[in-house]
């Protein structure tokens, strides 16, 4: 969020986000929670199960609309 604040953008402006969950069991306790991040229109997602590193049980990369 804080990324997006800098570059003049909000949440809102999130279009597409690609989202690696270390088990895929996580959804609905991930899915809440990415839930209650926007208002309106959720942006596209992609969520997969994925190998990641040194602990890490979730990685997300966003694609942001700047007008």
Same mark, same amino acid.
């Given at each position: %969020?804080?990324? +997006?604040? /800098?570059?003049?953008?909000s949440? *809102?402006? +999130?279009? %597409?986000?690609?989202?690696? @969950?270390k *088990? +895929?069991n996580?959804?609905?306790?991930?899915?809440?929670?990415?839930?209650?991040?926007?208002?309106? +229109?959720?942006? /596209?997602?992609?969520?997969?199960q994925s190998?990641?590193?040194n602990g890490i %049980?979730?990685?997300? *990369?966003?694609?942001?609309y @700047? %007008?």
């Amino acid at each position: %969020k804080k990324v +997006i604040e /800098a570059a003049g953008a909000s949440m *809102d402006n +999130i279009v %597409k986000c690609t989202v690696h @969950l270390k *088990d +895929i069991n996580d959804f609905d306790r991930y899915d809440k929670a990415y839930v209650s991040c926007f208002s309106g +229109i959720l942006p /596209a997602r992609t969520t997969v199960q994925s190998v990641l590193w040194n602990g890490i %049980k979730v990685e997300i *990369d966003a694609v942001v609309y @700047l %007008k």
